[in-house]
């Protein structure tokens, strides 16, 4: 079982950055994959980011302005968003997933926080 709480998120005007932070435990940490995904209203839940060890992967409208982490000294991944738009509008959500991988799909994680909102202004 792993819980994960995240949070940083606001509002922000276009052009802006926030940082969010999504921290895990029940589970040793760096040990599982990590990702970031979105869900804007009346839209499907899609993938941003995802961290696993050591490697990063990212989905293509967020490539070159966010940034996935982790600190494992604080069981913590942040993402980094710069030059926010306002497509970025969603809910973002962390989740863990079991075998170790870069995966896009939600069907591959398990475990889900419960969400923070981001809303960019333009």
């Known amino acids: 079982q792993v819980k994960l709480v995240e949070s940083g998120g606001g509002l922000v005007q276009a052009g802006g950055s926030l940082r969010l932070s999504c921290t895990a435990s029940g589970r040793t940490f760096g040990t599982y994959p990590l990702a970031w995904f979105r869900q804007a209203p009346g839209k499907n839940r899609e993938f941003v980011a995802t961290?696993?060890?050591?490697?990063?992967f990212y989905a293509l409208a967020v490539k070159g302005r966010f940034t996935i982490a982790s600190d494992n000294t604080k069981d913590t991944i942040y993402l980094q968003m710069n030059g926010l738009t306002a497509e970025d509008t969603a809910v973002y959500y962390c989740a863990a997933a079991g075998p170790l991988g870069l995966w896009v799909e939600t069907e591959k994680y398990d475990f889900w926080g419960q969400g923070t909102q981001v809303t960019v202004s333009s």
């Open positions: 961290i696993s060890r050591t490697s990063t």
